[in-house]
């Protein structure tokens, strides 16, 4: 069956670096990928989509991208602040479905 | 202000009563959903609906029920029937087409069992 996977459940990370999360995907070919971030007892808010023809996308100090032979999304954060600590979902379409599926996300701590 | 409004943010449930959760949205979207989170956890899809008075099951559905007459409301009912409905519950809403499904989360609802 398909499979959305994050593998890493928490990252440290020093403030200034580059935070890298990894979103791994078996079984299945998604359209595209999509990112969130989560702040404690808050809804995901959305951040970045990119399609499996697309290599990379960007915004502000944000980074995605798409690797269909590793089958594997990386997001980095560049410059990272404490402000930007917080839980980062991945997700995927479901095959033509009107629905994505989630991955459990990776939380992220960015440490002054 | 466009959005996603859920209400109660707080629930309480006794034993083998039924409870309700309201999800509103005022983008105009066609499709809408209900998440549950359970702590540590991703989210997982209860029910989705793409369009007014039709809607699916999703991976839990179990001991749920929902109703979808009007477009901007998905009202989310936990029966009796869900042993273990204390979590934390989200309703998105997306545009249909080639929009790449975005989803646009309300503020959520924390269930908890007395």
């Known amino acids: 069956s398909q499979k959305i996977e994050q593998n890493s459940e928490a990252l440290n990370i020093q403030e200034g670096k580059t935070a890298t999360l990894t979103c791994n995907y078996t079984?299945?070919?998604?359209?595209?990928l999509q990112w969130y971030r989560q702040d404690p007892g808050r809804g995901p808010v959305f951040l970045l989509l990119i399609r499996e023809n697309e290599k990379e996308k960007r915004k502000e100090r944000l980074k995605v991208t798409f690797d269909t032979t590793l089958k594997q999304s990386l997001f980095h954060i560049t410059a990272s602040q404490p402000a930007d600590s917080a839980t980062y979902l991945c997700?995927?379409?479901?095959?033509?479905?009107?629905?994505?599926?989630f991955g459990t996300g990776t939380k992220l701590q960015v440490i002054p | 202000d466009g959005g996603i409004t859920q209400s109660p943010k707080y629930l309480f449930r006794k034993e083998g009563q039924n409870v309700t959760l309201s999800c509103e949205q005022n983008?105009?979207?066609?499709?809408m959903y209900w998440y549950r989170q359970d702590p540590g956890q991703g989210l997982r899809l209860i029910y989705y609906s793409q369009i007014v008075n039709d809607f699916q099951k999703g991976d839990i559905a179990e001991g749920y029920s929902v109703s979808r007459e009007k477009k901007e409301s998905f009202p989310l009912t936990v029966t009796s029937a869900q042993k273990n409905p204390t979590a934390f519950y989200l309703c998105a809403s997306s545009e249909t087409g080639g929009g790449g499904n975005i989803q646009y989360f309300g503020a959520g609802t924390r269930l908890s069992v007395l």
């Open positions: 983008l105009n979207h066609d499709a």
């Open positions: 079984n299945y070919s998604p359209a595209y």
């Open positions: 997700a995927s379409d479901s095959g033509g479905y009107q629905k994505v599926t």
